[in-house]
């Protein structure tokens, strides 16, 4: 069973900058790179919100409207992490941050911002953006 655990969040001012690490473990017979995963937010009395999500090559990304040009998401196979930079802090990030994973080993290009596409979920991580 593939597991997710995100780290890196934390309280930070506006304007300010955070990297949240997603860290996954438990293959079985595939491995990290036939997935793709996504970011996605939750704050109080909303629901998820896809933030960012990267294809299981890395070579397909995709933004939501709020978060481009101050997001980037990354992956490093080598190591079975996706990150994401997140610059230009403002309040309105305030969130739970989740990653989640799609098993695609035939489509290296896939990615998408809808959480019922992902069938495994992290337990999140906290970010506070506030002065």
């Known amino acids: 069973q593939l597991r997710l655990v995100e780290s890196g969040g934390g309280l930070v001012q506006p304007g300010g900058s955070l990297r949240l690490s997603c860290g996954a473990s438990g293959f079985t017979v595939e491995n990290f790179a036939v997935y793709a995963i996504g970011w996605f937010r939750q704050a109080p009395g909303k629901e998820h919100e896809g933030v960012s999500c990267?294809?299981?090559?890395?070579?397909?990304?995709n933004y939501a409207d709020s978060v481009k040009g101050r997001f980037t998401i990354s992956r490093d196979n080598g190591k079975n992490t996706v990150y994401l930079q997140m610059n230009s802090l403002k309040p309105e990030d305030t969130a739970a941050y989740y990653c989640a994973a799609r098993f695609v080993p035939y489509d290296t290009t896939w990615c998408a911002l809808t959480p019922r596409d992902f069938a495994f979920w992290g337990q999140g991580t906290q970010v506070t953006v506030s002065s």
């Open positions: 990267i294809s299981s090559s890395g070579g397909s990304t």
